[in-house]
């Protein structure tokens, strides 16, 4: 039996394995879409800065047993309120007052999480550990795949015209402002449910990377989503099988496969492909040398 | 007389504290080609921004129609600087046009065949027919204004509020532009645009406001393009060189 078949037969056979790809796969699409829309709107760094602010939330909710899901939620958002509010209050660029707020968020986490009787290790919030994932985180992750997806697919207009140019969208009436904060608010929960998956660490490559490979095939935005949406589908099954064959974390493997597809697409893409631009400066040189209307210095 | 179909009084607008405008009253009368004219940091652009809510303001009363500009947002185009947009964003020439229509459609609607066919139209009127399909990263900076101003054409308001779109684009485009605006104006509409170029006021506009943080002089170009106003509003110096 090949190994891919094989994989196959032990997702059916074993739910623990079919839980952790199942989350793996939504989480991959949720990324995807929400990604598109970060990269657009340069909040790559938010991403980032919201995933490592999670932590003294995860912390506090162990500490409380409470829902780890929304203390690490208020969290990161409790950070991107704070990123926002140094910004708008000083003269400091924005990556740094993301870079202030993330590393003390992160700095506490660490210390609370260590005081704290924490059944999950500092390495699964780190990096991962989908195969743990419970049947209700499954489903968690699930529901805010459907209405996170829903919800980009009815403003679709609304997040097409403020992402592309917000004062021409105000300018037209639209709630430019509302919609940032909709915008925050969806990012943090998808950091929030990707942490699951990939971790703290490699959350921001979820939604960055996927988005970024399908930005370099896309000439339209929705087409943008969708195969950020695809992309980010396919990093997490077959990251899931590659950690499966060959014993990895799975974490870093669906990176990993994420990372390849963007370089596959950087090389290759039709129109901005590193290969094709290359190939086509070095066809106008040699058109250029050999014309003789460049000889006569006359065009 | 015809009737003002905007009018600022006493804005003060302030940027961290600088006063960018201050105490800036005027108003523009219906169906004019106006410029707004002024120094480099006048607050020119500023007032426009002000009037469309974009930048928070000190004091000051906006009306546009005799109404709150919340009211009537769908009847007031807007063209902003080039600067201001994406040009990375994944969308082509005729779906950017095509965002003029955004205004008029309801909470979920998305733009259908009537959509379609005005943009189509507008983007014939700017002469960029054939760019439809090219992706807006890909046009030199005349074709982009063109695109703007197609996209304002589309969604068919009533005064249209443009900052600098002549800054920085080929003579093609510029004469294009003016044309277009000036059959905007002779339809009805009322034209206002943000301008820095002092040696063409005359052949483009039949209005001028010329500031200075606050207002010098409004009125008929013929009127109020003089030797004391423009001293009274660029300085000395600008005299100086043109002897």
Known sequence: ?299 | MPADVLTIDNLHVSYRGVKAVEGLTLSIPAATMTCIVGPNGSGKSTTLKAALGLVERTAGAIRFFDQRVDKVRQRIGYVPQRSTTDWDFPINVFDTVLLGTYPRLRLFQRPGTVEREVARRALMRVHMEEYAHRQIADLSGGQQQRVFIARALAQQADILLLDEPLMGIDAASELNIIEILRELVSSGKTVVMVHHDLSNVENYFDHIIMINKRLIAQGPVAEALTAQNLTATFGANLLGIGE
Do not use: C
């Open chain 1, 1 to 299: 039996m090949s190994k891919p078949v094989e994989f196959f037969y032990d997702l059916v056979n074993y739910p623990h394995l079919a839980r952790a790809a199942i989350t793996a796969v939504v989480i991959g699409l949720v990324s995807g879409v929400v990604g598109s829309l970060i990269i657009l709107r340069g909040l790559s760094l938010m991403g980032d800065a919201i995933s490592h602010a999670v932590m003294p939330g995860i912390a506090v909710s162990f500490f409380f047993g409470a829902n780890i899901f929304f203390g690490a939620l208020v969290s990161g958002l409790l950070a991107a309120a704070g990123i926002g509010f140094i910004n708008s209050n000083s003269r400091l660029k924005r990556d740094t007052s993301i870079g202030i707020i993330f590393t003390a968020f992160l700095a506490a986490g660490v210390i609370l999480l260590a005081r704290t009787e924490s059944s999950v290790s500092l390495q699964a919030i780190l990096f991962g550990d989908v195969l743990a994932t419970s049947p209700s985180q499954m489903w968690q992750s699930v529901i805010i795949t459907v209405v996170i997806t829903t919800l980009i697919v009815m403003f679709y207009k609304q997040l097409q015209i403020t992402t592309m140019d917000a004062q021409l969208a105000t300018a037209y009436g639209f709630p430019t402002k509302m919609i940032n904060y909709a915008v925050l608010i969806a990012l943090a929960v998808v950091t929030v449910s990707a942490v699951q998956t990939v971790g703290v660490i490699l959350v921001v490559a979820m939604l960055v990377t996927p988005a970024a490979t399908a930005f370099l095939l896309s000439k339209k935005f929705s087409t943008m989503m969708i195969l950020g949406a695809v992309f980010g589908m396919l990093s997490s099954i077959m990251g899931m099988y590659f950690s499966y064959r060959f014993e990895l974390q799975s974490g870093p493997a669906i990176v990993l496969v994420a990372f390849a597809m963007f370089v596959l697409a950087f090389l290759l893409s039709p129109h901005q492909g590193f290969v094709w631009t290359q190939l086509h400066k070095l066809r106008d040189r040699r058109s250029i040398q050999h014309s003789p209307a460049s000889q006569e210095g006359s065009s």
